[in-house]
């Protein structure tokens, strides 16, 4: 048994000073052979000098005790996480997993810095890099890579669309008769539903309230079953004024499920005549556990002077894990 902490071995191709090295497969050699480790691969140690091909080399070992030495193939800090570089370096860029830590700077490759090395492999996920064959990430490590995948499991950016075509006119949330067509919106109702403009055509649907009307539309929908109750729920709108003198928006009243207790809240406004998203935000705290349903009543603030429009309507939701 070998107790010493340079040990060695003989050089399977040219070994440069202070490189990494790790064993040749299937050597048959005495003193069994090294070879530089390339880019992510881990070391048996560092070469104490340069070498010939199959010259013998000392090499110490990753086990002895101290601080090690390699050669920086990129200028990086003092403090930085290294990994194996190509050629048997050292570089800071995510690649394998992590084998120490910077004790010097290197200005520029080709450096010689003082380090210290992980004698014990790290597993933590934010020092080990993942290959990434697919193509599918920028991440460099599994722990960036596993929060880019729970970003998409788990997003504020959930989202149910709310056709405006869908929406009637309501007055407590009841809607109108059948000679009022149930409160379905159309090109004579109150609010009016109809391209953008007519001449020239602009096919957009908008919803428009003239000044002073300040008749409520409602839609009804089912909550969906990755919504987190124990976040916002917030509706978006895209509306605009026809002038700059009202500032429009909306005050919602919002019930979950059935028999639920009334839920107020008044949205962001626009005071320009350009189209802008704006939010209603219907707070954690009144959304009850298990919502599945939600009634919404949107009225449009007092907007005297000028007509109000609005051509999208929809729901941004966090989501959960989802369960079996």
Known sequence: MYNEGIRTFTANGAITDKARVKLTSASTTVPVQVELAGAGEQHIGIAEFAAADGTL???KLRTY???HEGVATEALAVGAILYGAAAGGVKDTSDGTAIGISLEEATASGD???FIDFTVISTTAD???QADAGNFTSAATVEAALQELYQNAISVQGFIPIPLATLREAAAFAV????????LLASDTTPVLGPATASPLDGCQVVTWAASNNDPVIFQIPLPPDLDDAADIVIHTRIKSAGTTNAVGFTCDAY???GDTLVEDTGETNQTAT???KIITIAAADVPAGAQTLSVS???AAHTTNAMYMSALWIEYKTKIKTS
Request: overall charge negative; cysteine-free; aromatic content about 6%.
């Open 57 to 59: 080399l000392s090499v």
């Open 65 to 67: 005790p101290g601080t």
């Open 112 to 114: 010689i810095i003082e």
């Open 127 to 129: 020092s080990v890099s």
């Open 176 to 183: 109108g008769n059948i000679a009022a067509n149930g409160g």
């Open 256 to 258: 979950f499920n059935e």
């Open 275 to 277: 189209w802008a998203e």
């Open 298 to 300: 949107l009225t449009p």
